[in-house]
């Protein structure tokens, strides 16, 4: 039976027959086939050294096997050295006969059957151990293990294939904040959306914009937060929906004014009244709307968990939860902020570097826009200016993410509720250019207009401060 067949030591003999003497497809295999996939611990020695003399000479092992496993095959452990002659004899003997295009056409099976297998043992050695957290990641690893190699990838030649990047021209997901939205400096699923600021500056009321923005378009988001507990960030994300304020009913709003040119040429302010949160009839008010509104939209699902106890396995195993027995799959997945996950205090700078590449795999192997945030360093705190160069800790966040946006705001501006949004990497698009925002966040909003900041917009600055 075939079923039979790929669970036989037969496969896996030919497979590493394959492996040891082809020199088509060793190379193949090697990409993709990894020496812990046998279930022999003398198939996997074999494999190892096979694997390596690979990797060291691009050409299969062949009659450099025997030499290689010497000690071995002439130790003191007989019986040991017995396996792997006898092995040796097979594989010496099958070179010649094996059935390669069989072989290879079952190459994908064997690896997915393996890496399941694996996953299986992996789990039932954690949930025996009491893990059951380690447990259903080792088991979803299992179950999502892919060959990515066996796909043909993009064929220039096919019209279908190489336009296919049209489809996507549009796809990501608006920002609100119109210049950016307009050079399409946007999250997009399997990319990654970073928000950079000084402490306290701006960063939260950033994400939970970004989030609102992706719900108005009919987009899942899941919300993890490290700072912040979930009834705060929940309480935000109802102020910024419905232009709530804490205390205060009359607040005042920056109003751009343009010149015919869409140009800065004044700020003016308007006196607004707004529900608020002390106001006991507010509660009523939000039932209604978040029956209203929430519940026809795509979810919003917030998850607290506590700073420096999230892994990247946990993360992952959050999410295939959600999807499982929640069926929720996001469209984009806010964390507020990874620098706050689980990280080697000893190796802090590497361990987050390599921290934030697995969380752009995590969105790329989802197919989910990753927004976050990180914070700057002490040098951001006192920068007219912050820039990419001032983030915390591992500069390599910098080639890790897709865009990166700082945020910059005087003492003057935060007055005024202005900032400045400086897009100072685009992997993909213009970048290198300062962007003007209006903000009213006692009413939860984070960018309630904008504009291209140009040269004179200190001068307009100084005019304005004694408007308000």
């Known amino acids: 039976m075939a079923t039979e067949d790929k669970l036989s030591g037969a496969l896996q003999e030919n497979i590493l027959t394959l492996l040891v003497f082809d020199v088509e497809f060793c190379k193949f295999i090697r990409s993709i086939v990894s020496a812990n996939l046998f279930e022999s611990a003398v198939y996997r020695d074999v494999a190892s050294h096979a694997i390596d003399f690979v990797?060291?000479?691009?050409?299969?092992?062949?009659?450099?096997?025997?030499?290689?496993?010497?000690?071995?095959?002439?130790?003191?452990?007989?019986?040991?050295a017995q396996s792997y002659q006898r092995l040796l004899d097979n594989l010496f003997t099958a070179k010649d006969s094996v059935n390669r295009k069989y072989t290879i056409s079952k190459l994908h099976d064997f690896v997915r059957q393996q890496n399941l297998k694996g996953a299986v043992v992996k789990a039932v050695e954690a949930i025996e151990s009491g893990d059951l957290n380690l447990a259903e990641v080792e088991l979803n690893k299992g179950l999502r293990s892919q060959v990515n190699v066996f796909e043909?990838?993009?064929?220039?030649?096919?019209?279908?294939?190489?336009?296919?990047?049209?489809?996507?021209?549009?796809?990501?997901?608006?920002?609100?904040i119109a210049e950016l939205d307009k050079r399409d400096i946007t999250p997009r699923a399997g990319e990654m959306f970073l928000l950079v600021a000084p402490m306290k500056k701006g960063k939260s009321w950033g994400l939970i914009h970004f989030g609102k923005m992706a719900l108005l378009q009919h987009k899942t988001v899941a919300h993890v937060t490290l700072e912040m507990s979930e009834k705060r960030v929940s309480q935000r994300y109802l102020q910024s929906f419905f232009s709530i304020t804490k205390r205060e009913a009359v607040i005042k709003l920056p109003v751009f004014e343009l010149d015919d040119h869409g140009r800065l040429i004044d700020i003016k302010y308007e006196n607004t009244t707004r529900p608020t949160l002390d106001d006991p009839a507010t509660h009523k008010m939000l039932s209604g709307k978040i029956a209203r509104e929430f519940r026809k939209r795509s979810p919003l699902i917030v998850k607290q968990f506590p700073t420096s106890t999230l892994t990247i396995n946990e993360l992952d195993a959050w999410l295939d939860g959600l999807d499982r027995f929640h069926k929720i799959v996001p469209d984009m997945l806010i964390i507020d902020y990874p620098d706050l996950m689980k990280i080697d205090k000893a190796n802090m700078r590497i361990d987050t570097g390599s921290m934030y590449k697995e969380l752009r795999g995590l969105a790329i192997e989802r197919n989910l826009a990753l927004v976050t945030a990180s914070q700057g360093n002490r040098e951001s705190m006192k920068a007219?200016?912050?820039?990419?160069?001032?983030?915390?800790?591992?500069?390599?966040?910098?080639?890790?993410?897709?865009?990166?946006?700082?945020?910059?705001?005087?003492?003057?501006?935060?007055?005024?509720?202005?900032?400045?949004?400086?897009?100072?990497?685009?992997r993909n698009d213009e970048d290198r250019f300062v962007v003007l925002i209006s903000q009213a966040y006692a009413a939860g909003q984070f960018c309630l207009n904008s504009v291209i900041m140009l040269s004179d917009y200190w001068d307009i600055l100084a005019d304005t401060k004694d408007e308000t």
């Open 152 to 176: 043909l990838g993009t064929n220039m030649a096919d019209a279908k294939s190489a336009l296919s990047f049209m489809d996507d021209m549009d796809a990501g997901i608006r920002t609100g």
């Open 55 to 80: 990797d060291q000479y691009s050409e299969p092992i062949a009659e450099h096997l025997p030499d290689s496993l010497e000690n071995i095959l002439k130790g003191d452990d007989k019986r040991k």
């Open 384 to 426: 007219k200016m912050v820039t990419d160069s001032m983030i915390a800790e591992d500069v390599s966040k910098i080639a890790t993410a897709d865009v990166i946006i700082t945020y910059s705001q005087t003492e003057q501006e935060k007055a005024l509720g202005l900032a400045r949004l400086f897009v100072s990497n685009a």
